[in-house]
């Protein structure tokens, strides 16, 4: 074994903990825009450790929940666009919850760079077992015996949840009162609970609660019914309106100005994970359909979408100051 001086010993550890520095310092931090727990962050978890086995490089998540994602947005904005930051982005927060605001608080097109559509996962709208409601019929009946109509919750204003449930009173004619929660635990909490009588949540999340007995299922927002949930009819066949089948999805996007070569290698992990049978297994278990895609199919998914539910925001009159 060497024997090193003094001097030459504290010039080694020195060296050595700069290593380690460095290396801490490269890590991909990927911010999640939902709290711990949530189907969001299980979901950039999984990516996030997915696309760490595909590239060799260490990744962190930083979970900044809080107003829809608006939190997590301004944080990403706020980090160099140096290829080390990156955030897991919902439908929402890419063509619903800028126009909930009359002042934007972001342009989801103009700030973004995008990396990869991860994939799509339907939504279902659920209530507590043993409020009496088995069918959607049932739940206009509680809105109109009520005063302030029903009382649904979301994981936040603006959110896919918020958005699909006030344009389904809206059209069914029912009263009903918006309950906003700081993610969607916290939510489907107050739901079992009997704290609000319904809301909408993410496919994955609602099954492990119905399977126990103890959330009912009305309706899948899908044109098809769910594999996971193969007795509950869609929206349409519950008797809501077509035009609120769209499934949610989840992309990644870097702050604009990340450099091209950084965003194609992460695309290509990322599309790569689509044969990691760990990735698969973690996404299938929460009803995620994985997609390949393009770093410009992000923008394109925005659009399209922006197209429909801008106009509908509008007609509902959601924006507030």
Not at 224 to 247: C, K, Y
Request: proline share 7%; hydrophobic share 45%; glycine share 8%.
């Amino acid at each position: 074994m060497r024997n090193f001086s003094l001097p030459q010993a504290a010039l080694l550890a020195a060296t050595l903990t700069m290593g380690l520095a460095s290396q801490a310092q490269t890590a991909l931090q990927v911010v999640a825009q939902q709290p711990p727990g949530s189907g969001s962050d299980a979901m950039t978890r999984a990516w996030a450790e997915c696309t760490s086995r595909q590239t060799g490089q260490p990744s962190v998540v930083q979970n900044k929940p809080g107003a829809n994602g608006i939190l997590a947005i301004n944080y990403l904005k706020g980090q160099p666009a140096d290829g080390q930051n990156v955030m897991t982005i919902g439908m929402s927060q890419m063509t619903i919850t800028p126009f909930v605001h009359k002042q934007m608080p972001y342009d989801p097109i103009k700030d973004f760079d995008g990396v990869a559509v991860i994939g799509t996962s339907p939504l279902v709208l659920v209530v507590p077992a043993g409020s009496g409601v088995t069918k959607l019929a049932d739940l206009g009946k509680v809105s109109a015996s009520q005063a302030g109509g029903l009382n649904f919750g979301s994981p936040g204003k603006g959110s896919p949840a918020h958005l699909l449930t006030t344009a389904l009173t809206e059209s069914m004619k029912w009263p009903a009162t918006h309950v906003p929660f700081v993610g969607e635990a916290a939510g489907l909490t107050a739901l079992m609970g009997q704290q609000i009588q319904a809301m909408t949540l993410v496919i994955g999340t609602a099954a492990a609660q119905v399977k126990a007995g103890k959330l009912i299922p009305l309706a899948v927002f899908a044109a098809e019914r769910s594999s996971l949930m193969p007795d509950v009819p869609t929206i349409s066949e519950a008797g809501g309106p077509q035009a609120l089948a769209r499934p949610a999805w989840i992309a990644i996007v870097a702050k604009k100005g990340t450099p091209a070569d950084v965003v194609a290698k992460l695309n290509e992990a990322t599309n790569k994970c689509r044969n990691d049978s760990a990735y698969v297994t973690r996404m299938n278990a929460m009803n995620v359909t994985l997609t390949t895609s393009k770093p410009t199919d992000v923008a394109l998914w925005a659009e399209r979408d922006i197209a429909v539910w801008k106009p509908l925001i509008d007609k509902l009159g959601l924006a507030s100051e």
